[in-house]
């Protein structure tokens, strides 16, 4: 296991280095703030909608490594998904990153975000993993107040 749990890391390391779709994004519909005050992780996410299809979705911000590629991996996930798709992205990540350390996580639903699912054993970093999915719902909402995880 220690391989693959190599392989996790140099690919949350990968992103936090090359974030993508890390940029303002001009014609937004929506726009919302988050906050990790227990980090210090800050997101600003943008995502445009055609209907009820997400578009397109960047992000700014600064964090930890694992906020930052959580962030990045999250919007390379969204594009093209309904809304419903990425309220049940949500809700199954955020299964993953909270679920019982004991048991294997049922990683099937979403896809390579699976990387995160060894931040369960670490519950302060659940919460960098989980912000930029917080402030997403809160964008989608239309809520105008910033997001914080505590
Ligand atoms: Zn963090």
Known sequence: MSDLRD???????????????????DDADRKADGFNPLCGDKVTLFVRLDGDVIAD???????????TAS???MTQVLVGKTLAQAEALFDAFHD??????????????????????????YPTRV???TLVWHT????LKGEQDPVTTE
């Open 7 to 25: 392989l996790y890391q140099e690919v949350i390391l990968d992103h936090n280095k090359n974030p993508r779709n890390f940029r303002a994004m």
């Open 96 to 121: 993953v990153v909270t679920g019982d350390p004991t048991h294997a996580a049922d990683t099937s639903a979403v896809g390579k975000l699976a990387v995160f699912a060894g931040v369960r054993e």
């Open 57 to 67: 979705v960047s992000f700014q911000g600064s964090g930890c490594a694992i906020s």
């Open 136 to 139: 997403l719902k809160s964008a």
């Open 127 to 129: 919460k960098c993993a």
């Open 71 to 73: 962030a990045s991996m």
